[in-house]
């Protein structure tokens, strides 16, 4: 699998936008991207994944750029509940494959 | 959606006793189940992989006399830590797939282990 680089740490401010950056610079042609998030003493929550496509749910957006080396999840409007640790994950899709493989992930933390 | 309950959410045991923890996947058949081991502010380490009716394959470290884990239903699995010793206060987390993969990785709600 593909390694991830994430920043430690980021801080947002209660209802804007908060960008959580992922650099995945060797990601192969069939591996997808995958955020997971972990709030504080809860096993991890799946977001959103995508392969080369933008894509949205009902949680986040999630931008890939063109060349697919790294990628941006968006959460629209964040809230004192999305503080979080938040993993990005490259991998082959989860219908093949074996485990997840969890790197340093993001913690977010959404200000009042 | 896929829902993987997990039991109990926190214990405190002596050290030197057995502590097992259930995991069970409420509308789905978890073929494939992970367990996965966190301490503080650190991320989530794979301990072992188990599918449902074999034995489990443990990371390199894991000591599998000690993380017994079974699997023998398609809905349930168990990780018992025997002769538990503080340094195995940990949280741990199951995580469970179907065979497709058509629910993901669908992961309980952890398990936080104390042992004093």
């Known amino acids: 699998d593909a390694k991830t680089t994430q920043p430690p740490s980021m801080d947002c401010a209660e209802g804007r936008a908060a960008n959580l950056p992922c650099n995945h610079s060797?990601?192969?042609?069939?591996?997808?991207v995958y955020w997971y998030r972990q709030i504080h003493s809860q096993g991890p929550q799946y977001i959103i994944h995508?392969?080369?496509n933008n894509e949205t749910n009902e949680m986040a957006s999630l931008i890939i750029t063109e060349d697919r080396k790294s990628s941006t999840l968006i959460l629209p409007h964040a809230t004192l509940r999305d503080t979080a640790v938040y993993y990005c994950?490259?991998?082959?899709?989860?219908?093949?494959?074996?485990?997840?493989?969890f790197g340093g992930g993001t913690r977010l933390m959404v200000k009042p | 959606g896929a829902v993987v309950s997990q039991h109990p959410s926190w214990v405190i045991c002596k050290s030197g006793t057995s502590v097992k923890i259930e995991c069970r996947s409420l509308?789905?058949?978890?073929?494939?189940m992970f367990w996965y081991r966190q301490f503080p502010k650190q991320s989530l380490m794979l301990m072992a992989t188990?599918?449902?009716?074999?034995?489990?394959?443990?990371e390199q470290g894991v000591e599998k006399d000690k993380f017994l884990i079974n699997h023998a239903s398609l809905t349930l699995s168990t990780l018992t830590v025997t002769s538990a010793h503080p340094e195995d206060s940990s949280f741990y987390i199951c995580?469970?797939?179907?065979?497709?993969?058509?629910?993901?990785?669908?992961f309980g709600s952890g398990t936080r282990l104390t042992v004093v």
């Open positions: 995580s469970a797939r179907d065979q497709a993969g058509n629910y993901g990785y669908t």
């Open positions: 060797t990601i192969s042609g069939n591996e997808y």
């Open positions: 995508g392969l080369k």
């Open positions: 994950i490259v991998r082959v899709g989860l219908n093949a494959g074996n485990m997840l493989t």
């Open positions: 509308d789905f058949q978890a073929t494939t």
């Open positions: 188990s599918n449902e009716g074999s034995k489990a394959t443990y």
